[in-house]
């Protein structure tokens, strides 16, 4: 009995420890929440200003590192604590050409110099030391499989492009990437066109591993950075990635352009441990984007993952970034909108979202989809700014109720063609693509985990009561998502709720759900330490 209060005490204990905030490792990036931003796109220095920005121009806008340094409280106060910068090397000098300038950042031309249109170093630095000082990290976004070049396959390196300046040694010989499925093809030649090439830098070489390595050791020591993402993992080769990944020595994600779960499981499995899980983004996008498509590629994809991926509590889950179109540009219903983000949530992995979701931004295809935030006055009382802010105190009150929350796999525990329950203790959420045009329904919920306990709706602020089975009856409003957490576990979720008028599932006209599992494999709970 002393044992386990000693222990209770010390579980207590130890979750009050601030270990200050600086560089995470994979097994703290388990808890983070991101939030993405453009820097061209994202703030402007001069607060006051509200320039134009016309995406179909491809030029920059204005926005910089200072200015998103100003607007991490309009971040924070949605619940993130991890931002996405783009990437912040010097890019090339493109004004006359048909696709624009490199405001996004990954036309690289000299790895060694920032990229001015941003700031200063002094801005960056300031950044970051202003976000470590709000309790937040800042995620540096990284291009290694190419330079950038106007001139095609005449590109010829010289010492504009810093340390890569020797085209024999440097750089993969000209051919285009024409065939997808030709390995040999995707690593070593050249992705772009003749408006803009991307000369592949030739990572086989010795020299230039090792420049890499160095480059990214210094880059994250002097700048302080917390983690990367890494752009264009699929076009270097697998085993590349690991010492890159260990000279960083923060967590690494990297971005493997595929649907394939197979496909970017290798990667995990041979070059880094985090991946953005595009199998779950294609469900996601394909389930939620009509109320007659089926919830069944959604369980798929998961029963599928979890097949191929060693580790499914590290994905990066999201349904828009800057390379597709985003989720909002051709999903207008804003039901099936809140349901797909609740997906990302209700399932293990890591929350990803792109600036501008919280605004309803609804831009298409690349460049559509990088427009100016300022442009929405970075208003505070939209509805997805405060549905997002919901989503993420319910992942933090439900990581203060169980240490093994992000190391737990969710499991279905009720299934039909438009809905799904998913339970990833102590949390449960219902997802349904009916949409906001359906009718108020009741669903009945067994197999809970919890018994005779009162259960809060963060998303209605309404309270259930199970019974002793650990059953309740829900219900589902205008094709809503409902997401439940003990009420006694709930935080400041919700301050004022209602009782649910039913909570017994053997009540009149309910609609019975048919149920289903997945065999799912025991995860070990981690204790994430602090590296420093």
């Keep these: 009995m002393v044992t386990a209060k000693l222990f209770s005490a010390f579980v207590a204990i130890a979750s009050l420890v601030d270990c200050g905030v600086n560089a995470f490792d994979d097994n703290a990036a388990r808890s983070k929440a991101v939030y993405q931003v453009v820097t061209d796109r994202f703030a402007l220095t001069d607060a006051s200003a509200s ?9 920059y806008c204005g926005g910089t590192w200072k200015g998103t340094e100003e607007k991490l409280d309009y971040i924070k106060g949605m619940g993130f604590d991890t931002v996405w910068i783009s990437p912040i090397v010097q890019n090339i000098n493109t004004t006359k050409n048909k696709l624009g300038e490199a405001y996004h950042g990954y036309w690289t031309q000299n790895i060694d110099v920032l ?12 950044l970051v030391t202003t976000a470590h000082s709000k309790d937040m990290y800042i995620m540096v976004d990284v291009v290694v499989n190419h330079v950038a070049a106007t001139n095609g396959q ?3 390196a010289d010492s504009s492009y810093g340390p890569f300046n020797i085209t024999s040694r440097d750089f993969h010989s000209f051919c285009w990437v024409e065939d997808y499925t030709n390995q040999t093809q995707v690593e ?118 979890r ?90 009150a439900a990581m203060n109720a169980s240490s093994t929350y992000n190391n737990n796999q969710a499991t279905i525990i009720g299934q039909d063609e438009h809905n799904l329950v998913i339970r990833k203790d102590p949390v449960i959420s219902i997802v349904t693509n009916r949409g906001s045009k359906a ?71 309910v609609r019975e759900v048919a149920y289903s599992s997945f065999v799912l494999a025991g995860m070990i709970s981690v204790i994430a330490l602090c590296l420093f």
């Excluded at 920005?53 to 491809?58: K, P, Q, S, Y």
């Excluded at 249109?117 to 300031?126: C, M, Q, V, W, Y």
């Excluded at 809503?480 to 006209?509: D, E, M, R």
Aim: proline share 4%; glycine share 6%; charged share 15%.
């Design 51 to 59: 320039p134009t920005c016309d995406t179909e121009d491809r030029v």
């Design 307 to 396: 097949i191929q991926f060693k580790d499914t509590t590290l994905l990066g889950n999201f349904i828009s970034n800057h390379d597709n179109p985003r989720f909002e540009s051709h999903v207008s219903d804003i039901a099936l909108r809140k349901n797909a983000l609740a997906m990302i949530y209700g399932v293990e992995g890591i929350p990803y979202i792109y600036y501008g979701q919280e605004q309803g931004y609804t831009g298409g295809a690349d460049p559509a989809n990088r427009e100016a935030l300022w442009l929405s006055g970075y208003d505070t009382q939209k509805e997805m700014y405060t549905y997002i802010t919901t989503m993420n105190a319910i992942r933090g």
């Design 188 to 305: 070593t030649c050249w992705l772009g066109d003749e408006n803009v090439a991307l000369p592949d830098i030739n990572t086989e070489d010795t020299s230039v591993v090792s420049t890499w390595n160095n480059w990214i050791k210094s880059l994250v020591s002097e700048y302080d950075f917390d983690a990367i993402r890494i752009d264009t993992v699929k076009h270097v080769r697998q085993n590349f990635w690991p010492d890159f990944v260990s000279s960083a020595g923060v967590h690494a994600i990297g971005e493997i352009l595929d649907g394939d779960p197979a496909y970017i499981a290798a990667y995990q499995n041979n070059s880094m441990n985090s991946v953005f899980n595009y199998p779950l983004f294609y469900a996601i996008d394909t389930a939620f984007n009509s109320t007659s498509a089926s919830m069944s590629q959604v369980v798929s994809a998961l029963n599928n993952n």
């Design 439 to 509: 009718s108020n329904a009741g669903m009945s919920i067994t197999n809970t985990g919890h018994s005779s306990t009162e259960l809060l709706d963060a998303v209605s602020c309404t309270t259930y009561t199970t019974d002793s089975s650990g059953a309740f009856t829900a219900s589902i409003k205008s094709g809503l998502p409902a997401v439940f957490i003990p009420s006694s576990q709930k935080g400041n979720l919700c301050g004022t709720t209602t009782a649910a008028t039913t909570s017994s599932p053997a009540s009149a006209g």
């Design 154 to 156: 005449n590109f010829q």
């Design 115 to 126: 990229n001015s249109h941003f700031g200063t170093e002094a801005d960056l630095k300031s």
